[in-house]
């Protein structure tokens, strides 16, 4: 049992981070009317926490080779707690941004080093056995979210950060006592040049598209961070091409294979939890729902996804990347196209059929991801494999929420300009941060059945496209995948057939 204990400790902190992706899905309604929120302040309550982490998970990988996994591990387990007590204390949304941000930096050390500390920690058959484990946990942790959020939520919105406080005291004690310290000797200082521009990047980027759906695309305040962010992505690779100990060496996705790897990464956490941020204030403003009982609505989701990953993932290991990877993006992407099935009308057993097939994909696609890019950079280089996966993952998270947001307010806004409804734009706007009951309410007695038919058939037809685009994200990725990454393991692609090892081996 004591040899299980240090993936233990590992999949707590990780459980934890990766359900605070989640968790405040079903928590928004209730945050936008205690902190009187914009839509745009709902997006960032979410995706700013995404952010973090994508942005500084790689750098966090750097550190950790350096100075130590388990150390950096557990002062991101600290620095949790504290951002994780600053969110339950938020008196206003912008002070809760920050607090959510902070909780993405701590995150980012958490995640950086999960799966490098399993890679030492573990050999050969065991290795396989708990990346199954901790590839369940992750699918579980995301899944899971909304259905805690829910729970957590009928006492007060506060708690589910407040939660996070007694979970941190555990994972600390555990990684203490059972985890061993492992570094990279003579491993490089961090790129911090890298760090800040892929972060000022990929920030500017995020920002656009959530001011694109605040504001739409006609303005330059939308149109000009993305162009922005774009450049300085550009200029961070001719940086990393040129450093000689980069965060990210992108001589890597000269491999089509690592290419590939990292594109399942992003569209993994674009195509299947992206979506649940408007599934979840659909379930709430638009059908009434407490948040117990939406978060409910995602047991399919969480209980497969777990399922799948637990039982199957050891086996999931001894099959080719590309096909079980591609496999599970297309499932991803089935799902989300059998709740595009929804009207005005419909309520939420509507969904159940698209979660279930949703946590399939899940459930098959995350142990064989984080196993993948393990193999596709040698073992000394493990921190940066991980934090590249990672960073993959919730990129694409973000950018999923800040995309889809464009589009469920393009498709509400369209409906109800066509219905001749004042304001069309700002009724949308108010739809996505939830304030559906607000938008009724704020109309004459006379007017509200009709309203309320209206602001259900907007929402239902935003949250259509919202699943097409998820559905067509999943299936053409899962396609490329298979395409792209081959049955040799990326990392050995282009090294001499006498320095290969089997992939099990490292």
Do not use: K
Request: with cysteine; proline share 6%; glycine share 12%.
């Amino acid at each position: 049992m004591r040899t299980w204990l240090p993936l233990v400790a590992i999949c707590t902190g990780t459980f934890m981070l990766l359900v605070d992706v989640t968790i405040v899905n079903v928590a928004l309604p209730d945050i936008a009317a205690d902190l009187a929120t914009t839509s745009s302040q709902l997006q960032w309550v979410v995706d700013v926490y995404a952010l973090a982490l994508a942005a500084l998970v790689l750098g966090a990988g750097s550190l950790a080779d350096l100075y130590g996994r388990r150390r950096l591990y557990l002062a991101g387990l600290v620095l949790f707690a504290v951002a994780s007590l600053a969110c339950g204390l938020a008196p206003n949304a912008p002070l809760l941004i920050v607090a959510r941000a902070v909780q993405g930096i701590g995150g980012a050390a958490m995640f950086a080093t999960t799966t490098a500390l399993i890679n030492s920690t573990y050999e050969g058959r065991d290795r396989g056995t708990a990346f199954g484990v901790w590839g369940a946990v992750v699918g579980a942790a995301a899944a899971i979210g909304p259905i805690l959020g829910g729970a957590l939520t009928e006492l007060d919105w506060r708690w589910i950060f407040f939660v996070n406080l007694p979970v941190c005291v555990l994972a600390v004690w555990l990684t203490l006592a059972v985890v061993r310290e492992t570094r990279q000797p003579g491993a490089p200082h961090p790129d911090v040049p890298g760090i800040a521009l892929f972060t000022l990047g990929a920030g500017g980027v995020v920002f656009g598209l959530v001011r694109a759906a605040a504001d739409g695309w006609g303005r330059p305040a939308a149109w000009a961070p993305i162009a922005g962010g774009l450049v300085v992505l550009a200029a961070w690779v001719l940086v990393e091409r040129r450093r000689a100990a980069p965060m990210l060496d992108v001589g890597l996705f000269r491999s089509r294979s690592f290419s590939g790897i990292m594109l399942g990464g992003l569209l993994l956490n674009a195509a299947a939890f992206s979506s649940n941020l408007y599934v979840s204030l659909w379930l709430q403003s638009v059908l009434g729902l407490s948040p117990l009982q939406g978060g409910l609505v995602f047991i399919p989701l969480s209980l497969l996804s777990f399922v799948v990953a637990a039982l199957a993932g050891r086996a999931l290991q001894t099959r080719p990347p590309r096909l079980v990877l591609g496999a599970g993006l297309v499932l991803i992407g089935v799902g989300s196209l059998l709740m595009a099935r929804l009207d005005g009308g419909s309520s939420w057993p509507v969904l159940v059929p698209g979660l279930a097939v949703l946590g399939l994909g899940v459930g098959a696609a995350n142990p064989t991801l984080a196993s993948a890019a393990l193999a596709a950079v040698p073992r000394e280089r493990s921190g940066m494999a991980s934090g590249a996966v990672n960073t993959a993952r919730q990129l694409g998270f973000a950018l999923g929420v800040a995309v889809l947001g464009s589009v469920f307010t393009a498709r509400a806004g369209a409906v109800l300009s066509g219905a001749a409804v004042p304001d069309p734009s700002g009724t949308a706007s108010a739809l996505s941060a939830g304030q559906a009951g607000a938008v009724i309410g704020s109309a004459p007695p006379e007017q509200r059945a009709a309203l309320a038919d209206l602001v259900a058939t907007a929402y239902a037809d935003g949250l259509r496209d919202v699943f097409l685009v998820c559905g067509v994200a999943g299936i053409v990725g899962g396609l490329l995948v298979v395409w792209l990454v081959r049955a040799a393991a990326p990392a050995q692609e282009h090294r001499p057939a006498e320095q290969r090892e089997p992939a099990a081996a490292r």
